[in-house]
T-cell receptor, first 119, second 114 residues
Framework: AQKITQTQPGMFVQEKEAVTLDCTYD???????LFWYKQPSSGEMIFLIY??????QNATEGRYSLNFQKARKSANLVISASQLGDSAMYFC????????????????FGKGTTLSVSS | DAGITQSPRHKVTETGTPVTLRCHQT?????MYWYRQDPGHGLRLIHY???????DKGEVSDGYSVSRSKTEDFLLTLESATSSQTSVYFC?????????????FGPGTRLTVL
């Protein structure tokens, strides 16, 4: 079973509108982190926002917010007031496992959602 | 800016040749990672390091080796490149190894194996 599922291959939105990108995850670990990254056409991976499994409140970073519904295992990214520069591929990712210790934990990525913003 | 550089940024090579990709960081982060990105697969972990000379395998480690002789450098080697290793390779760093710490990525290296 996939650990991270992004069901929307592509999303289209007009400038200044809000958009929600869906992400569901699957883990049995109590400690996990959920991350969103943006990949514009230039190719770099840009960190946007993070939500820890113990966080009580939804994370926000400027125009980005993460709608964290733990019981439903969803971590949707909300972009308010879309801009043309938001056109990119967006990846949801998760890290799971022991919070301490020497071993590192990989980011597990979904397959991404392409967001297109039009004027 | 997480102070991560990758070299080369683009490389075309032939099947059977050895290839080494370099990741360099300037902020002394303990953990470094190599991922590959392929269409339809997202990013997948190849190897990671949790200190000088301390490395471990990831999900797709076959055909790759790594070395870390200095904190700032993490090398990925394809001993004998194959066409299936054509991909975009990303290096990442994090301060901690646990699940609650953010990984930051370098700019990527596009490798084509003919």
């Amino acid at each position: 079973a996939q650990k991270i599922t992004q069901t929307q291959p592509g999303m289209f939105v007009q400038e200044k509108e809000a958009v929600t990108l869906d992400c569901t995850y699957d883990t049995s670990d109590p400690s996990y982190g959920l991350f969103w990254y943006k990949q514009p056409s230039s190719g770099e991976m840009i960190f946007l926002i993070y939500q820890g499994s113990y966080d009580q409140q939804n994370a926000t970073e400027g125009r980005y917010s993460l709608n964290f519904q733990k019981a439903r295992k969803s971590a949707n990214l909300v972009i308010s007031a879309s801009q043309l520069g938001d056109s990119a591929m967006y990846f949801c990712a998760m890290r799971e496992g022991p919070q301490w210790g020497q071993a590192g934990t990989a980011l597990i990525f979904g397959k991404g959602t392409t967001l297109s913003v039009s004027s | 800016d997480a102070g991560i550089t990758q070299s080369p940024r683009h490389k075309v090579t032939e099947t059977g040749t050895p290839v080494t990709l370099r990741c360099h960081q300037t902020e002394n982060h303990r953990y470094m990672y190599w991922y590959r990105q392929d269409p339809g697969h997202g990013l997948r972990l190849i190897h990671y390091s949790y200190g000088v000379k301390d490395t471990d395998k990831g999900e797709v480690s076959d055909g790759y080796s790594v070395s870390r002789s200095k904190t700032e450098d993490f090398l990925l080697t394809l001993e004998s490149a194959t066409s299936s290793q054509t991909s975009v390779y990303f290096c990442a760093i994090s301060e901690e190894g646990g699940p609650l710490d953010t990984q930051y990525f370098g700019p990527g290296t596009r490798l084509t194996v003919l």
